[in-house]
């Protein structure tokens, strides 16, 4: 993961233009603004759920971008303590923070906290390191653990040379994109007669703009 060239910003809604910090170092990967854009537009006809959760958020970007386009609450958690601050300096720059709960844990360990409370979620990030390539099997988890709302909208970003199925365990592919060395793979959650009759999913290829964005991390 890169320390984000590229200046990064919200793209959209009450916190639109302002710029969000990075990462110090190479253990994160922000994901470009281009590539940002691109996801919520995607994401648009599937999501107008309350609560967010953006697992491996390394700088919040994604959760953030949510937040500032009308999402009630969010959830980030991330295992670096680098991370955590600048999450909480995001947060408070872009005057965020009160719709927020931010905490340092590791993934799986984090699935059981928030178990406790009881609260399923609207729309997940999913964006962790590529090394980490069972994200359906998070998913599955926190379905099992009522982690995830009916109809709820799951995004996996990873390298285009990790393959998810269509379908896997209540969740079906929406859509699916590639930009460069980035891909994009998004899950609506439904239950098994709704996913057998919904339509198959959409791939895409990105323009030779957005495949030239660069393969970093929000």
Same mark, same amino acid.
Do not use: W
């Given at each position: 993961?890169?320390?984000?060239?590229?200046?990064?910003?919200?793209?959209?809604?009450?916190?639109?233009?302002?710029?969000?910090?990075?990462?110090?170092?190479?253990?994160?990967?922000?994901?470009?603004?281009?590539?940002?854009?691109?996801?919520?537009?995607?994401?648009?006809?599937?999501?107008?759920?309350?609560?967010?959760?953006?697992?491996? $958020?390394? @700088?919040?970007?994604? +959760?953030?971008?949510?937040?500032? !386009?009308? #999402?009630?609450?969010?959830?980030?958690?991330? /295992?670096?303590?680098?991370?955590?601050?600048?999450?909480?300096?995001?947060?408070?720059?872009?005057?965020?923070?009160?719709?927020?709960?931010?905490?340092?844990?590791?993934?799986?360990?984090?699935?059981?906290?928030?178990?406790?409370?009881?609260?399923?979620?609207?729309?997940?990030?999913?964006?962790?390191?590529?090394?980490?390539?069972?994200?359906?099997?998070?998913?599955?988890?926190?379905?099992?653990?009522?982690?995830?709302?009916?109809?709820?909208?799951?995004?996996?970003?990873?390298?285009?040379?990790? $393959?998810? @199925?269509?379908?896997? +365990?209540?969740?079906?592919?929406? !859509?699916? #994109?590639?930009?460069?060395?980035?891909?994009? /793979?998004?899950?609506?959650?439904?239950?098994?007669?709704?996913?057998?009759?919904?339509?198959?999913?959409?791939?895409?290829?990105?323009?030779?703009?957005?495949?030239?964005?660069?393969?970093?991390?929000?």
């Amino acid at each position: 993961m890169h320390d984000g060239v590229e200046k990064l910003r919200v793209i959209s809604g009450q916190a639109k233009g302002h710029r969000l910090k990075a990462v110090p170092g190479n253990n994160t990967r922000p994901t470009t603004d281009k590539v940002k854009e691109s996801l919520f537009s995607m994401i648009g006809p599937y999501f107008d759920g309350e609560r967010v959760l953006d697992l491996f $958020a390394g @700088t919040g970007g994604l +959760g953030i971008e949510a937040l500032s !386009r009308g #999402a009630g609450s969010a959830v980030f958690i991330d /295992s670096q303590t680098q991370s955590i601050e600048v999450i909480r300096s995001n947060l408070a720059s872009t005057k965020l923070a009160e719709q927020a709960e931010v905490y340092r844990n590791d993934a799986r360990r984090a699935l059981k906290l928030l178990e406790r409370a009881g609260k399923p979620f609207d729309l997940i990030f999913l964006d962790p390191p590529y090394a980490l390539r069972d994200c359906d099997e998070l998913l599955k988890e926190m379905a099992s653990r009522g982690l995830v709302a009916n109809d709820a909208v799951a995004v996996i970003e990873h390298h285009p040379d990790v $393959a998810y @199925t269509e379908v896997f +365990g209540g969740f079906q592919r929406k !859509r699916y #994109a590639t930009y460069g060395e980035i891909a994009l /793979s998004i899950y609506r959650f439904q239950t098994e007669d709704e996913a057998e009759h919904s339509p198959t999913s959409i791939r895409e290829e990105a323009t030779e703009d957005e495949s030239s964005a660069d393969p970093n991390r929000t």
